[in-house]
């Protein structure tokens, strides 16, 4: 985005302001866990009982460490695997989005954006209503 000499940037309006992107009156609202995991493999047998006693609609695991090739088995009882990131030539790192069984969502693809070990993301959209 430039700005002219003549333009003023308080009153310049984006695509990404927040009222363009967020609903500022929700119908839904959601409850969502977002851990660093170094290693989901690890925690999957800790992570059971945390997520039994909540009712999280989605959860952002930073730091899976799942290849391309083991990412399918990467899976959380009554979660979706909705998106995810796996480095491909440096090892660990990666992040994943599950979504609650029965929780409409949409992948959004942000792999253009990923550059591994300095930018790995993913995004989902969750509808407001």
Do not use: M
Request: proline share 5%; hydrophobic share 35%; aromatic share 10%.
């Amino acid at each position: 985005l430039e700005l002219s000499a003549s333009e003023n940037p308080a009153k310049r309006t984006t695509p990404n302001t927040v009222d363009q992107i967020c609903d500022p009156n929700p119908t839904k609202v959601y409850d969502i866990f977002v851990i660093n995991t170094q290693s989901l493999a690890d925690k999957l047998d800790e992570l059971g009982p945390i997520l039994d006693n909540e009712n999280y609609s989605a959860i952002c695991i930073c730091e899976h460490w799942y290849t391309p090739d083991t990412i399918g088995y990467a899976r959380i009882r009554g979660y979706i695997q909705a998106a995810t990131y796996c480095r491909t030539v440096q090892t660990r790192g990666g992040v994943a989005i599950y979504v609650k069984e029965g929780v409409n969502f949409q992948t959004v693809n942000v792999e253009q954006f990923c550059v591994e070990k300095h930018c790995e993301i993913v995004a989902i959209n969750l509808p407001f209503s």
